[in-house]
């Protein structure tokens, strides 16, 4: 009992010392990702057959090594003092604009979108939108945090803050449709936190909608036959998707209860059951109880990510945290909110949940800076 005690008190001690910031927010991840390898071994098992020769425990362990991959991640970003990562945001969008513009032209193409990079000799790819998402938010935190008591001019306004938005999401936008609305949405609220004029926001939100909707019509990006298809089926209440269908069943299947652990029947019939559809998986397994705290976690994980700003006196840290934040929860109700039918279908992934190498990691940097925000540490510098 007494070595059993001293263990215990050893674990607290090094979790205390090693691990700063939100412990709620180092829980909710750590569960997610603990309880995502379960779910995501269950759910690839028509991968494993179709693709891996029945290899069912390559995607356990894959997706195993990636979780702690992330961890990993979130752990030495976090032990990063956030105002640093004020020296590297403009270094980081403009890098992840090259690498959007490298993807259209020499990307390698998944559903006829060319959205992924092959990174030579490792065999692996790289999804640039990911790390776009990341660095446009905290630069846009940047910029705003740098005029939050200061007023705008009409130049200023259009020359970083407006057009870093526009160029950025208009790149993701010609692969990647739910993407760029989404990332956008969040940019335009950021904003209006950050006191942007509201005239500014809605004459730009004007605008991109319209140019939107004309590239889609127009046929002129490579998913926009399947937004409009999407769009136009979701507004048909006579017709309903094969995937909207299969996860309809799933969740019926599950019930309170579920069917329980790695017994989901749908997941053989759901398309990229692993990845877009996890949610009516885990539903269908772990019933609507399951469901319901998966949904609890990240309510709280947006409530917490949101008190890290209490943290600190900095808009930037403020700012910073906020956006991080925002990005991974409505991706997160996104996704869920396609799997019970709200929303057309949008092919996002549950954060920290979904298989999936580039959104795990670079959701790990965006929490490892939230917890550096939340760290609450003050520099002597300049506020920022």
Same mark, same amino acid.
């Given at each position: &009992? ?33 309880? =995502?390898?379960?779910? +995501?071994? =269950?759910?690839?098992?028509?991968? #494993? ?24 991640? $979130? ?34 193409? +998944? ?47 259009? $020359? ?21 609305? $989404? ?43 399947? #937004?409009?298809? @999407? ?19 799933? &969740? ?61 006196? @900095? ?14 929860? =409505?991706?997160?109700? =996104?996704?869920? #909110? ?6 057309? +279908? ?32 003050? $520099? ?5």
């Amino acid at each position: &009992m007494d070595f059993l005690n001293k263990t215990r008190e050893d674990t607290q001690a090094w979790f205390s010392k090693n691990l700063k910031g939100d412990p709620w927010i180092w829980g909710i991840c750590i569960i997610m990702l603990m309880w =995502s390898i379960v779910v +995501v071994y =269950s759910a690839s098992v028509k991968d #494993a057959y179709s693709q891996m020769d029945g290899n069912t425990e390559y995607y356990l362990y894959k997706h195993a090594l990636l979780c702690v991959l992330s961890l990993a991640v $979130m752990y030495f970003v976090h032990r990063v003092p956030y105002i640093k990562f004020v020296y590297v945001t403009r270094l980081a969008v403009w890098s992840s604009i090259l690498l959007l513009i490298f993807t259209m032209f020499f990307g390698t193409s +998944v559903n006829d979108a060319a959205r992924w990079i092959e990174i030579p000799v490792l065999g692996q790819r790289f999804q640039p939108s990911e790390w776009a998402k990341v660095a446009l938010v905290a630069h846009l935190s940047l910029i705003l945090a740098r005029h939050i008591k200061g007023g705008w001019n009409t130049r200023e306004l259009f $020359m970083e803050p407006l057009a870093l938005v526009g160029v950025v999401c208009g790149l993701i936008f010609v692969s990647n449709v739910s993407t760029a609305v $989404m990332l956008a949405g969040i940019c335009f609220l950021l904003m209006f936190v950050g006191k942007v004029p509201l005239h500014y926001l809605a004459f730009t939100a004007l605008g991109l909608v319209f140019f939107a909707t004309i590239a889609i019509l127009l046929n002129s990006t490579q998913r926009s036959g399947t #937004a409009q298809s @999407r769009i136009s089926t979701f507004f048909d209440k006579d017709v309903v998707v094969y995937q909207s269908q299969q996860s309809y069943m799933a &969740m019926a299947r599950g019930g309170l209860y579920g069917e329980g652990v790695s017994k989901s029947r749908q997941r053989r019939f759901l398309p990229e059951p692993q990845k877009d559809f996890i949610f009516a998986v885990a539903v269908e397994e772990y019933g609507t109880l399951g469901g319901t705290a998966l949904i609890i976690l990240y309510l709280i994980l947006l409530y917490r990510g949101l008190k890290a700003i209490e943290a600190t006196k @900095r808009p930037f840290g403020g700012l910073l945290s906020a956006g991080l934040t925002f990005i991974v929860v =409505s991706q997160a109700f =996104s996704a869920m #909110a396609v799997t019970v039918g709200l929303v057309p +279908v949008t092919g996002q992934t549950l954060p920290f949940f979904s298989q999936g190498g580039t959104s795990l990691l670079f959701t790990g940097i965006a929490m490892g800076m939230i917890l550096s925000v939340s760290r609450g540490e003050i $520099m002597e510098e300049k506020r920022i």
